[in-house]
């Protein structure tokens, strides 16, 4: 990485630069795509940019790349605002769209093109078709790639100008689990030598095994940010307990400084932060009988679910929610929520009647199915004038 055409004081990490989101606002006519938006991704590490479809990210990402205007609000890499960087090819490599490539131009020509359009050498379109393991087909005919070797292809693209900076939208969609893989070692090693990486995806699970940090959106605005593990960590199990007396049993286990105790709609306390020894002893010690003991764990995925459920929520128009209620946060029975919880937005309903701790077989939140008739890339929406190219950062609005 030779680095970026940055200020000597730029917010530069030990490896790289800072990547942060300012107060970002996008406002589509009556829509918010993105709601007074700020985080931040740190160099030498992964940070997964997570939210359902719709959520934002995006729309998010083009702001940031400058490809569309925000309405209020602005991106920085190493503390410099995006637009005003010399070279931004060479500061931030970007994927945002599949990649739309000439069926007849060889993977080598397509680079050699877009390494002249930047102004790097052709040789390098030979050390990035290298870096993404393309070497042994370079010659080939770009029509006849597989999905999988297109994303590396625009992968490649996107390292031409070597920045230490990578943004890619949704890189794992269409990638068989071997390339994930593959992604994944990639990224990794790229974090390693200080690069500074975020990555968008709709599913957690497609991204858990490769980020150390979670910016988690729903509805254009902020749900989440902090590391993997703090959010693990707020999905902690819990034992559901029945009981002769469930409140009873609560106020006797905050006796015992366990405030985390909560009565179920179905009648059985849900306990975080305690042993099941050590819930029966409380119990017995009460006078109140216990009935039965299960063990919960809360998986990230659920966890996420619930997280954006509010989106659905509003999506979908569920009649009779307004205002959430004081202090809505992620569902009963699940513990404090993570550091990095941010408060829902002010437009966040509440959660429908149902809405309680996930029961074991939790899937989806009604309506996560297939899109709504219709539901797609509004018109408009991508570059007109380059549709599907990858994304050379400093585009038009
Ligand atoms: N050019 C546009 N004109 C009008 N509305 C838009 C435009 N672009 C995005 N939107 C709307 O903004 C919201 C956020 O869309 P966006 O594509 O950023 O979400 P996303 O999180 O990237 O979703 P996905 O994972 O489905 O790509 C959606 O409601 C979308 O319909």
Redo the contacts with the bound molecule.
């Keep these: 990485m030779t680095g970026p055409s940055l200020t000597k004081d730029d917010r530069q990490g030990p490896g790289g630069p800072f990547l942060e989101v300012h107060s970002l606002t996008?406002q589509?006519?009556s829509?918010?795509?993105?709601n007074n938006l700020s985080f931040s991704a740190p160099p030498g590490s992964i940070t997964g940019f997570l939210?359902?479809?719709?959520?934002?990210?995006?729309?998010?990402?083009?702001m940031m790349l400058g490809l569309?205007q925000p309405t209020s609000g602005f991106a920085t890499v190493g503390g410099v605002p995006f637009q005003t960087i010399a070279n931004p090819a060479r500061s931030v490599g970007a994927v945002l769209d599949s990649l739309s490539l000439h069926p007849k131009r060889s993977a080598l020509g397509h680079l050699k093109i877009y390494a002249s359009a930047i102004g790097v050498p052709d040789a390098r379109a030979s050390e990035v078709l290298a870096l993404v393991g393309l070497s042994e087909v370079a010659n080939r005919k770009a029509g006849a790639f597989s999905l999988g070797m297109r994303q590396r292809l625009a992968l490649a693209t996107a390292l031409l100008g070597d920045p230490p900076v990578l943004i890619l939208?949704?890189p794992a969609n269409g990638l068989d689990p071997e390339g994930i893989a593959w992604l994944r070692d990639f990224l990794k090693s790229y974090a390693k030598r200080g690069g500074t990486v975020l990555i968008?995806s709709?599913l957690l699970r497609e991204v858990e095994q490769t980020v150390d940090n979670i910016v988690m959106?729903s509805r254009?605005s902020l749900v989440y940010q902090g590391t993997l593990e703090d959010l693990r960590a707020s999905g902690r199990s819990r034992v559901l307990v029945s009981s002769s007396n469930p409140a009873g049993l609560a106020t006797a286990l905050a006796e015992k400084n366990v405030t985390d105790a909560q009565v179920l709609p179905d009648g059985r306390l849900a306990v975080v932060g305690l042993r099941t020894e050590d819930i029966t002893s409380a119990a017995e010690a009460a006078n109140i009988q216990i009935f039965g003991v299960a063990a919960e764990t809360v998986d990230l995925e659920q966890l996420f679910l619930s997280m954006t459920a509010g989106q659905f929520v509003a999506q979908h128009g569920q009649p009779g929610y307004g205002q959430p209620p004081a202090g809505y946060g992620p569902p009963p029975g699940y513990g404090q929520p993570p550091s990095g919880y941010a408060p829902p937005p002010q437009n966040y309903g509440p959660p429908p009647q149902n809405y309680g701790p996930p029961p074991q077989n939790y899937g989806p939140p009604a309506g996560y199915g297939p899109?709504p008739p219709g539901?797609g890339?509004?018109?408009?929406?991508g570059d007109p004038q380059q549709p599907g190219q990858p994304q050379q950062p400093g585009g038009g609005n």
């Design positions: 996008k589509f006519k829509t918010t795509a993105v939210g359902p479809n719709g959520a934002g990210k995006t729309t998010t990402l083009r569309i939208d949704e968008s709709h959106i254009g899109p539901y890339p509004p018109p408009g929406y």
